[in-house]
């Protein structure tokens, strides 16, 4: 019976996502009333809550542990606490952004209790901590009129912490991320992501064509990218650059900067690739992951026998063996997903990503101040940017750069940077509302 | 917030039309890799899941019954019966005769068995059937794998081989497939189980695969590459030679068979009567290092292409060779050991205008309801021989059956070409192993066989024969 019972259930789920990212589609159409909108994303509210219940269902079932109970009451409390935040204190918050950073942290919560339940529970927890934080910030953002005139403190901080990292962090899989203090380790890249963004779009709102500053921008991004190269930080170093590029291009209206900064990262790659050991091994392991499989290609084999095995509709919740996959409740999170609850599932997921920053660049462009377009532009490539890289690494679409899936992966400081930059966009539109009306 | 956006100095127009090439392009880059996504798991997938380094496979035999092996005709060489509590036991219909090319499913897999082992435990039934199973709780039937093994020929071999312990392989030159495969002695796969720690704990060889595994002094066969060298090197078919029934060079006495006296004969009727001393003589002339260069080309001391596992390597080395040794190699005894599928990769080669195919046996895979689920093409490995080599060995290869130790396989009804050996592998002279290496066509059909039968006596008195048996049955 049991089994009957998770068999349905496994295309339930898929359905149920199938159907949340047919809606935030559907609702992006132009000319839709917003009655219909409403409807769509109160549809994509149901769908979330029925699948935290039938995944957590499932988990119980299969492991009969109380904490999964625990942990759904849990995860109940927190999306109700979202919702009252977004839809009741701040009216005119964006129901797309809510509802897919809710739909994202579902995927998490569930794939995360799959993995290790110590790790999820760890996970709700922060999430908890970063709602409260971050629950203030859209309210910020409207008060703080002199962001705009913070520019060297956002550089100077993001240097410094940087720099801090590239000579006293701690390594893991070959590179420099974290810093460890008072016991909790922390990455500053994912918080200076957005610090840059900051500094950049401070910089540059209103320098239309000026030189100089566009010059200090760019060495100032250009220490950046090559701090993060210096820990090793191949995929965070991409992340910067591009943001730093898009932002450049947008302000400037130039399209010769965008092109002459890829044709630069482009020859960089290639300098990387003969200077660096690991950037080498890196590409080996793209180029064919089997035939080194028990050295630099062991990650992306196991992360496709994951995908591949798991098929369209998946394993099922506890019948693959995604925990064969190293850090795969970080990095390789999308690879346990596809594989237990299938690649139709994990495409919707890839959907939901798109469909969060299309929303993102539509907030930015609707923006008529400068300075908050260009954070918006900035803050949507930094997620794009950093959704591309992973989930085309583990699935072998590019070389793996070792970048973690927003609001999916575990780890506490991009749960945290994350749930930020949602608040921030948030802030955003909820001014943009406000000052249309 | 308007007052700063009069100041912003000199706008050009709306930047929206930035913002749409940003999204625009991310756009794109995600759609392509959603469609890379839909590729890897609708298709490209299947090279990893079937991967052995796949640590998933091991659990699906849980949920699925081993698949059915078969012959190129359907004939069932393996299959699982299943009782009502769901318990399997591997059958193998046709014992064995089938024991090492099909294999064993048990104590560590071997044969087809080890090879297919993840197409066997791979269900593509019906989705409804699947659906029904699991409601049941009944596991879904895996994939069959359809073999190219022939089983006509297969029965021919066997038979024809009678008692000798040896091995023979018969392959299709411009496939690769196997198309039959025996080596003696063999075991029957249905009770493996239970005489497992016999046949492991006597050291018998039983369990040897000799066909891939077995490694064997080459003897005459190896003229082949003796011939090529010499030719390459300049030599021409219709030098003169003298043949006196033995050759000695230093303090090593080579002699030709049974010590008969050849007389005078040109290059090409040497190697058709098989005469070692001709062919010692010859291999003292030839540059050491242009001979290993050969051996390198054709495969020695390398890993043989094929996806067949568990595959032994052939040695060849003439590394601080004396002259001696250089004699004793040219006419195939020295320290060279093949394997008969390697030999009888080189005479496919030959057969298929030089060109080698990768030795294969499975030939595609069906769900229950007989759908193809998978087939397996041809792999082209690369060129042994070029075209003039080709058109040297085909030439000698022919004469060896015209007018030569091969007559035995002269007939209108198909062309056949090969080289016989007898090796002698002890210092007991009387005791030798019986090869032919060789080929056959009839219009666009080929055949290419190695087969070596173990202290049989000369190649042209007992190999040579059972290639007949082969042919016949392969062409009637
Ligand atoms: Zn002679």
Redesign the pocket.
């Known amino acids: 019976m049991l089994h009957l019972l998770i068999f349905i259930s496994r295309f339930a789920l898929v359905i149920l996502l199938a159907f949340y990212t047919y809606s935030c589609f559907a609702a992006l159409r132009s000319g839709i009333s917003e009655e219909q909108q409403d409807f769509l994303y109160f549809r994509q509210t149901a769908c979330m809550y029925m699948f935290i219940l039938i995944a957590n269902g499932i988990l119980y079932l299969s492991t009969f542990e109380e904490q999964v109970l625990v942990m759904l009451g849990m995860e109940m409390a927190f999306f109700i606490a979202v919702s009252l935040i977004y839809k009741h204190i701040y009216r005119n918050a964006s129901l797309s952004v809510t509802n897919n950073m809710c739909m994202l942290l579902a995927i998490s919560f569930i794939i995360l209790t799959r993995l290790d339940i110590d790790k999820a529970y760890k996970q709700l927890v922060i999430a908890g901590i970063s709602l409260a934080i971050t629950c203030l910030i859209p309210f910020l953002v409207k008060k703080l009129k002199f962001l705009n005139r913070l520019t060297y403190v956002y550089a100077a901080v993001g240097i410094l912490g940087l720099g801090l990292v590239a000579v006293a962090g701690s390594t893991s899989y070959g590179a420099k991320l974290s810093l460890s203090i008072g016991g909790f380790s922390i990455q500053p890249s994912e918080f200076i992501k957005i610090l840059f963004v900051f500094f950049v779009a401070a910089m540059l709102y209103d320098a239309g064509n000026d030189r100089r500053k566009i010059e200090i921008a760019t060495a100032v991004a250009g220490l950046h990218v090559l701090m993060l190269i210096a820990s090793r930080d191949l995929g965070g170093a991409g992340i910067f650059l591009l943001t730093y590029l898009v932002m450049l291009y947008v302000s400037t209206q130039e399209p010769r900067f965008l092109l002459i900064g890829l044709a630069l990262g482009a020859v960089g790659m290639v300098c990387a690739y003969f200077l660096f050991g690991h950037v080498r091994n890196r590409v080996m392991a793209w180029k064919n992951p089997l035939s080194v499989v028990d050295g630099a290609g062991y990650q992306i084999s196991h992360s496709l026998f994951a995908i591949g095995t798991g098929g369209w509709f998946g394993s099922g919740l506890y019948q693959g063996m995604p925990e064969k996959i190293p850090v795969v409740e970080k990095d390789f999170v999308f690879s346990a997903i596809s594989e237990e609850l299938g690649g139709v599932f994990a495409l919707c997921l890839i959907f939901i990503c798109i469909s969060c920053f299309l929303m993102f660049f539509n907030i930015a462009m609707q923006i008529h101040d400068r300075f908050y377009k260009l954070i918006a532009l900035g803050l949507g490539t930094v997620y794009a940017t950093q959704t591309f890289l992973t989930l085309g690494g583990v699935t072998k679409f590019i070389p793996s750069t070792g970048v973690t899936l927003p609001l999916v992966s575990y780890g506490g400081s991009s749960l945290m940077s994350t749930m930020i930059l949602f608040a921030i966009i948030q802030g955003l539109y909820v001014m943009r509302e406000e000052d249309g009306q | 917030m308007r007052k700063r956006r009069q100041e912003s100095p000199r706008r050009r127009g709306s930047i929206n039309r930035e913002f749409a090439i940003v999204t625009y392009g991310f756009l794109l880059l995600f759609l392509c890799m959603a469609g890379y996504f839909i590729y890897f798991v609708g298709y490209a997938g299947e090279d990893f899941i079937d991967s052995p380094y796949n640590p998933r496979l091991s659990q699906l035999s849980e949920h699925i019954i081993r698949g059915d092996i078969l012959a190129a005709d359907g004939t069932v060489l393996a299959t699982s019966e299943v009782d009502d509590a769901q318990n399997e036991t591997r059958v193998y219909p046709k014992g064995n005769e089938y024991a090492h090319i099909v294999g064993f499913s048990s104590n560590g897999m071997s044969g087809t068995e080890l090879d297919a082992n993840f197409q066997l435990l791979r269900s593509h039934s019906f989705f409804i059937e699947k659906i029904i199973n699991e409601l049941q709780e009944r596991k879904n039937q895996g994939d069959a794998v359809v073999t190219s093994l022939d089983t006509a020929l297969t029965d021919a071999l066997y038979v024809g081989m009678a008692n000798y312990e040896g091995a023979a392989v018969a392959l299709d030159p411009e496939t690769g497939k196997i198309l039959a495969m025996v080596s003696k002695p063999d075991f029957d796969p249905n009770t493996i189980a239970q005489n497992w720690s016999y046949y492991t704990e006597t050291g018998s060889s039983v369990l040897l695969n000799r066909a891939i595994q077995g490694q064997y002094p080459p003897g005459s066969t190896f003229k082949i590459l003796t011939a090529l060298e010499y030719l390459n090197e300049g030599g021409g078919m219709e030098d003169a030679f003298n043949?006196?029934?033995?050759?000695t060079y230093g303090d090593t006495t080579i002699h030709?068979?049974h010590n008969?006296?050849?007389?005078a004969?040109n290059f090409e009727e040497?190697f058709a009567?098989?005469?070692?001393?001709?062919f010692a003589e010859v291999g003292l002339s030839l540059d050491k290092s242009g001979m290993a260069r050969l051996a390198k080309r054709l495969l020695f001391n390398r890993t043989l292409p094929t996806e067949l596992k568990n595959v032994k390597k052939s040695s060849f080395s003439l590394k601080d060779a004396d002259s001696g040794l250089v004699m004793r190699t040219a006419i195939g005894q020295g320290n060279t050991l093949v394997t008969p599928i390697h030999m009888a990769m080189i005479a496919s080669a030959i057969a298929n205008d030089g060109v080698l195919m990768e030795p294969s046996v499975i030939d595609h895979t069906q769900n229950d309801g007989g759908t193809l689920v998978r087939r397996y093409h041809p792999v082209r490995y690369g060129e042994l021989f070029d075209e003039s080599e080709v058109g040297i060995l085909r030439e000698m290869m022919r004469y060896v059956v015209t007018n030569g130790t091969g007559s035995k396989l002269y007939t209108d009804s198909y062309t056949a070409y090969g080289k016989t050996g007898t090796a002698e592998f002890s210092d007991n002279k009387s005791e030798a192993h019986s090869w032919f290496v060789g080929f056959a066509e009839q219009d666009e059909k080929k055949i290419a066989v190695a087969i070596v039968l173990e202290r049989a006596g000369s190649g042209s008195e007992h190999a040579v024969p059972l290639a007949r048996t082969m042919f016949d049955t392969y062409f009637r």
Request: with cysteine; charged share 0%.
């Open positions: 043949c006196s029934g033995s050759y030709c068979y008969t006296v050849h007389g004969q040497a009567h098989s005469c070692n001393s001709v």
